[in-house]
Structures are given as structure tokens and as C-alpha cells.
Nanobody, 116 residues
């Protein structure tokens, strides 16, 4: 059974940085066709933030390009989201997900709060 557990969220001032981690168990990260991060702010729909497709292709939402970086460590079976130059608009619950064809797995999320 696949499990994804996020960590690394917290409270940070605008302009600061955080690194989120998503630890996978039950399956190797490299076996998924894609891994990524989504976020959901209060009163808003969940939106994609960053996605890494097998190989080296990555895609970012326009709102985070140049500030966020997705990466993975296959040895640790973990996906990361490095977030720099954080803004209050980045405040949300951040969810990790992993895809394998029609199967999509989600973590429970980690809260990120950016104060102005």
C-alpha cells in the first residue's frame, strides 16, 4: 500500500524559505510516472504547484516559477519542494501526489503560512 507523508511546513515571514518533504512508502518514487505538489488556500480550489515527470522534465505554476524547485532523492524515496522568496499568497495546505497511470496517490498535507 502506497503512503505519502508530507513534512516541513510552518510559519515563515514574507521573503523567507521553506523546504517541504514528501516521504513515500510502499513503492519506489522512481517507479511513478510523475510526482508533484499541489496546494489549497482557504476558500479556494486545490491547484497544481509543481510536477516532475519521469526523467528530468519539470513543470511549475506561473505563480511560483523562479521561486520554487521540485526535486527528488530516490535513495531516500522522498520528493522535495524548495520554496524561496515566499509571499503571503503562498499560504495554503501543500499536498504531495504521485501518479502511475490512472492511479493517483495523495498525502494528507502540510500547512504553510507566510506572514506579511
Amino acid at each position: 500500500q502506497v503512503s505519502l507523508v508530507e513534512s516541513g511546513g510552518g510559519l515563515v515571514q514574507a521573503g523567507g524559505s521553506l523546504r517541504l518533504s514528501c516521504a513515500a512508502s510502499g513503492r519506489s518514487i522512481f517507479s511513478f510516472s510523475a510526482v508533484g505538489w499541489h496546494r489549497q488556500a482557504p476558500g479556494k480550489q486545490r491547484e497544481p504547484v509543481a510536477r516532475a515527470i519521469s526523467g528530468s522534465y519539470t513543470h511549475y505554476a506561473d505563480s511560483v516559477k523562479g521561486r520554487f524547485t521540485i526535486s527528488r532523492d530516490d535513495a531516500k524515496n522522498t520528493v522535495y519542494l524548495q520554496m524561496n522568496s515566499l509571499k503571503p499568497d503562498d499560504t495554503a495546505i501543500y499536498y504531495c501526489n504521485a501518479e502511475n497511470g490512472a492511479d493517483v496517490y495523495w498525502g494528507r498535507g502540510t500547512q504553510v503560512t507566510v506572514s506579511s
